[in-house]
């Protein structure tokens, strides 16, 4: 029979070792090492069952063993111990404190998933762990962040496969009581008040009320709205049900659910602990977009309620909109009619619905006007935006140049800040173990990579093997695991007991599924790869994973390509699909291979993050020259898999690529991890036979040169901190601006810019002439440029006259431009204006220049922001 109703007891701790409950809800734990070798130690067994989840562990250790666990002094001084060591962490001066008072109070952090640990599956890729790796490292630097989320009832799916290897999804559902959460109640004298519900009202008279979650992710809070609440009606309930389950309306719930109630639980959140109001909020992705459209209402429907536009250049002012991805089909996009259904319902009462539209709408050139498009809005919400990759930023500011017209794409107001990953959750704990015990805490503690190079070649290549050796067995029992999930019976089975082999050149491929990633790109030759599996002296092993979007077949057409050739018995022992990627498995993946894979199809991967976890265990990327390899590749850390350039059809460049990446393998890595000894015994039967003694140097040294140089770079604390200087900082420092003094100079910025809107259409560049150019011009002639414009009803004070000159293509195209203000010299009368400014010729050959008039105010944070130019 079936259970009509289920929930978690919680087991109430002996006095004694009461903190355990702090410690297991508290997800530090899941990045650090001696909390969790704790509760391993409370019942290693158990530990093993609970599938290292404390708050299940807990749950499981019965009566009499906890009493026991109890009256055991040297534990229970242990437990003191680790949680005295919490306690101190939570509270100590860290990086930020040391930052001065004004860097922002609160940063509120919006995204439509977190990846912390498997134990809390919500999370379905790339952008979940992300985030998750954002909250960790804010929580180690002190960064006064809020996460704010969705919790779904089932996450995402578990994958299995079938025995014609067609990727099936189950969801299983989650309890929260089960999980790592605290649901978030009114106060009460013995905290059993109601539980706290925003709502935000439906079409029709309906409700979506939700409840709030808290995660403690370390120092930093993670807020996450569910919507299966008593109160909802069925399909209210359902809302925040999966993760990227449904489309359409499905989806648009969720995403006003996580933008709109979002910012209503924070203030809920303010209201109940006394926690500061940020001061920044950051979207992620254009999910999260319409927290914008929230704060628009609350500063439409105070006492002295703002304008449109004073609320818009108030809210603005203090929002950062990060775009994560390049690949259209990952960018939200809805019927303006949709929109309008949900908005008419009474979302934002105070914001005029005509207005909310205009934000997401494709009015540029390509767009599509009848489509409402999240990323778009969340540019036009956000005065400070940027990509995830330096190359990221280059591949966005070109994908939406729509939204500036008339500007070049490298002055597109969109920057860009390179992903890192959280060191502590992805290093392996022997490779820290291994840094302490020959360089002591304090180096560990100060991220020393650079002492990579003092460690001997043989300690890094031991270590590198125990690695290996982990994930060989690992892999063995996963793998057995799965044959018998599709139906294989054990007597089948003894084939995967030696699968791979711990002395071959292990390779990992693991990630979602989607086209782009090309999963199935090593099988384009399928007998070049076989040979490379089965070289007789320098045999390659592959050990891949992924899951594919449910809704995505072709995505699961390429995962079952790969598995009926993994299923071949000729080389089921060199390659191998693992089911169900997650964290947990990452792990063990990461560290234990020593090639990293990654061949997108260049320009597609907009950061890619699994490359960096590799590196920061030792294993060396091979890689397409695409999101943050692009800028880190420098010859000696890994290899590059050259691109076939963009006349090649999608199939000749497959076809180039995939051939690149065979040649590299057989040429350069595989021999190169084999060293020179093993190539040079004539016909040894395989790589096993080689003896410890043969550690491959040059591998080693890249090694080395890796951990040294990569460990720093992409490391989760670089990126935070890129993020507080470059962009919370600013964005802070604007936001308080706009509002001091009863939203003063929001208030200008948004009449000023509303003169500047109608009288634009008018202005122009009337006549440009230089004088000081003989016939022939030298290098070191001075050039005066006189610009004749009609303002018209603006002042020379509104603009930015601007002359750019540089080398002048055949095209007229300016290339190596420099750029000069020029200034206001004399009012002509009836609203036109001469400025005038010099230029120096600074170089030979052809040269060129051009004028160009965009707005100036010392509020906008960049010339291109209003989207506004008037080119000579
Ligand atoms: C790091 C990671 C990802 C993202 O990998 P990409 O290389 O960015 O695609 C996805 N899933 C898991 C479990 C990860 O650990």
Redesign the pocket.
């Known amino acids: 029979m079936k259970a009509i109703r289920r929930f978690t007891v919680r087991t109430l701790l002996p006095e004694p070792i009461r903190p355990l409950a702090r410690l297991a809800t508290n997800l530090r734990w899941s990045w650090h090492r001696a909390t969790r070798e704790l509760f391993a130690s409370l019942d290693q067994e158990l530990w093993e069952e609970s599938h290292h989840d404390p708050i299940s562990l807990l749950g499981s250790i019965s009566r009499d063993q906890l009493d026991q666990l109890a009256s055991n002094n040297e534990l229970v001084e242990r437990v003191q111990h680790a949680a005295a060591d919490l306690d101190r962490y939570l509270s100590e001066p860290r990086w930020y404190q040391g930052l001065g008072p004004d860097a922002p109070a609160c940063i509120a952090y919006f995204s439509p998933e977190f ?1 912390i640990t498997e134990v809390l599956p919500q ?4 952008l ?3 985030a998750g790796d954002h909250l960790k490292a804010a929580s180690d630097l002190g960064v006064p962040l809020i996460g704010v989320g969705l919790l779904y009832q089932a996450g995402y799916f578990k994958q299995s496969l079938s025995r014609d290897a067609w990727q099936q999804e189950t969801y299983p559902v989650l309890d929260p009581d089960g999980l790592p959460l605290t649901l978030l109640r009114e106060p009460s004298e013995d905290g059993t008040g109601k539980p706290v519900t925003i709502s935000l009202p439906l079409p029709n008279g309906r409700k979506l009320n939700a409840h709030i979650w808290r995660a403690d992710v370390g120092r930093v809070p993670l807020l996450l709205l569910d919507s299966n609440v008593p109160a909802n009606d069925d399909a209210a309930r359902g809302i925040t049900d999966r993760l990227y389950g449904g489309g359409g309306d499905h989806r648009l719930q969720q995403e006003l659910l996580l933008g709109m109630g979002g910012v209503k639980a924070l203030r809920v959140y303010q209201r109940l602990t006394g926690t500061p109001a940020p001061e920044v909020f950051h979207t992620n992705e254009g999910h999260a977009g319409f927290l914008g459209i929230e704060r628009i209402q609350e500063l439409m429907s105070t006492e002295a309620p703002l304008s449109w536009s004073e609320a818009l250049a108030a809210g603005r002012a203090s929002t950062v909109f990060t775009t994560h991805t390049p690949v259209p089909a990952g960018i939200d996009r809805f019927e303006a009619v949709q929109i309008r259904h949900f908005f008419d319902a009474g979302l934002a009462p105070d914001v005029p619905v005509e207005k909310v539209l205009d934000l997401g709408r494709e009015n540029y050139d390509g767009g599509n006007p009848a489509v409402f498009n999240m990323a778009v809005m969340g540019l036009r919400l956000a005065q400070r935006a940027n990509g995830v990759a330096k190359l990221h930023g280059v591949v966005s500011r070109e994908m939406f140049s729509g939204l500036w017209p008339g500007f070049d794409h490298s002055e597109i107001p969109i920057t860009s800040v390179t ?1 890192g ?1 959280h060191v502590p959750t ?1 290093v392996d704990p022997r490779i820290s173990a291994l840094a302490r015990q020959q360089f002591g805490t304090e180096a560990e503690a100060l991220g020393r990579w650079d002492l990579a190079y003092n460690v001997s070649d043989e300690d890094v290549w031991a270590l590198r093997r125990q690695l290996r050796v982990s994930l060989v067995e690992d892999v063995r029992r996963r793998l057995r695991a799965a044959w018998k999930k599709r139906g294989a019976a054990d007597a089948e089975l003894g084939w995967t007991d030696t699968v791979l082999d711990p002395d071959v050149l292990t390779i990992g491929f ?3 599924v989607p086209t782009y ?1 090309r999963l199935t790109l090593m099988l384009r030759d399928p007998a070049r790869l076989k040979a490379l599996l089965r070289h007789p002296k320098h045999p390659i092993q592959l050990v891949i994973a ?1 899951k594919s979007h449910p809704a995505d077949d072709a995505g699961k057409k390429m995962i079952q390509d790969l598995v009926k050739f993994t299923d071949d018995p000729a080389v089921r022992h060199r390659i191998v699909f693992l089911p169900n ?3 947990a ?3 063990t993946l ?1 560290p234990g291979c020593d090639v990293w894979l ?1 061949n997108p199809l260049r320009p597609l ?1 907009a ?7 590799a590196a920061i265990n030792g294993s060396l990327n091979l890689s397409v020259l695409d ?1 943050w390899w692009d800028e880190m590749y420098d010859g000696e850390n890994g290899w590059a898999i050259p691109t076939a350039n963009n006349d090649a059809s999608p199939t000749e460049r497959d076809d180039i690529e995939a051939a690149a990446l065979y040649e590299l393998l057989e040429t350069q890595v595989a021999p190169r991890f084999y060293g020179s000894t093993v190539s040079a015994e004539a016909g040894a039967a395989g790589p096993s036979q080689s003896g410890p003694e043969a550690v491959p140097t040059h591998w080693v040294s890249m090694i080395k040169h890796t951990l040294a140089h990569l460990g720093p770079a992409v490391s989760a604390d670089r990126m935070l901190q890129d993020y507080v200087n470059t962009l919370y900082r600013p964005a802070a420092e604007s936001g308080r601006r706009a509002v001091a003094g009863s939203f003063k100079e929001a208030k200008e910025l948004a009449a000023w810019t509303t003169k500047v809107r109608t009288a634009w259409p008018q202005l122009i560049v009337e006549h440009v002439d230089s004088i000081g150019v003989s016939e022939e011009p030298q290098i070191g002639d001075t050039l005066q440029v006189n610009a004749y414009i009609a303002l018209h009803t603006l002042t020379p004070d509104d603009v930015s006259v601007e002359v750019a000159y540089g080398r002048a293509e055949e095209s007229d195209e300016l290339e190596d431009i420099t750029v000069a203000e020029l200034s206001s010299f004399e009012d002509l009368g009836n609203g036109r204006h001469l400025f005038t400014g010099s230029i120096l010729i600074n170089r030979s050959g052809s040269f060129g220049y051009t004028v160009r008039v965009f707005p100036k105010h010392p509020s906008l944070a960049s010339k291109a922001e209003l989207g506004l130019i008037v080119n000579a």
Do not use: H, P, Q
């Open positions: 990846g999370y379905s890729g790339g979940g762990i992300l992903n990953v992805w693991a990630r979602r990633k992924g990627y997650d964290i498995m990452a792990r990461f990654n991967e950061c890619g993050t699994s490359g960096m976890k999101g």
